[in-house]
């Protein structure tokens, strides 16, 4: 099992809808749990971090944590164009490496 | 505050030759980390160093090593270079607390080996 899995993609979504992107990771003992968003061409940009089970917002963005499920999701609500882009889930593992998992390309049609 | 500089941006080597890759992290981060990225394995881990330390170390050959100065910044070095060495190499800095430590990448230097 990887450490860090996502759907590769290409995940579509209309303008205006809900995209959701999911990872699973398999280190039960990991803390922290981060979502970057990467434009072509450039780095990864942190989008947030999440490190209690539930939910957490910021702007359009929601990061979901579910530790039983060894699950983290990030919503994106009011979808636009400019959010087309590959988003990497991380996780910290044992010995505290942080682990990237593929990235999920996600395109948002207008 | 200034972000996490990487220089160069675009380097074109021979198979064979060696090449040395520079991150300036943010002001205050005590820990650079090095990731190798590809389109078919995604961002790899190289390693990590901490206060001139190496703390955690990835899956890659000898040929890949890294330094940290003492004023956090921080040099990685690839000996006889492959093609598959090329690919985009990003830094990425921290405090260095973990686990809520978060990273912040540098651009990225994209290296050819030709």
């Known amino acids: 099992q990887k450490e860090v899995e996502q759907n590769s993609g290409p995940l579509s979504v209309p303008e205006g809808a809900i995209a959701s992107l999911n990872c699973t990771y398999s280190?039960?003992?990991?803390?922290?749990f981060f979502w970057y968003r990467q434009y072509s061409g450039k780095s990864p940009e942190l989008i947030m971090s999440?490190?209690?089970?539930g939910d957490k917002e910021d702007g359009r963005f929601t990061a979901q944590l579910n530790k039983a499920s060894q699950y983290v999701s990030l919503l994106i609500r009011d979808s636009q164009p400019s959010d087309s882009a590959t988003y990497l889930c991380?996780?910290?593992?044992?010995?505290?490496?942080?682990?990237f998992g593929k990235g999920t390309r996600l395109h948002i049609l207008p | 505050k200034a972000g996490v500089t990487q220089t160069p941006r675009y380097l074109i080597k021979t198979r064979g030759q060696q090449v040395t890759l520079s991150c300036s992290p943010i002001?205050?981060?005590?820990?650079v980390s090095w990731y190798q990225q590809t389109p078919g394995q995604g961002l790899q881990f190289l390693f990590e160093?901490?206060?001139?330390?190496?703390?955690n170390k990835g899956n890659f050959p000898g040929r890949f090593s890294g330094r940290q100065f003492s004023n956090s910044r921080s040099e990685m070095n690839v000996s006889t270079l492959e093609l598959g060495d090329s690919a985009l190499y990003l830094c990425?800095?921290?405090?260095?607390?973990?686990?809520?430590?978060?990273?912040?990448f540098g651009p990225g230097t994209r290296l050819t080996v030709l």
């Open positions: 999440i490190y209690s089970n």
């Open positions: 280190d039960r003992g990991s803390q922290s």
């Open positions: 990425a800095s921290s405090s260095g607390s973990p686990p809520r430590d978060t990273q912040y």
């Open positions: 991380a996780v910290n593992i044992r010995d505290d490496k942080i682990i």
């Open positions: 160093y901490f206060s001139e330390t190496q703390r």
């Open positions: 002001s205050g981060h005590r820990s």
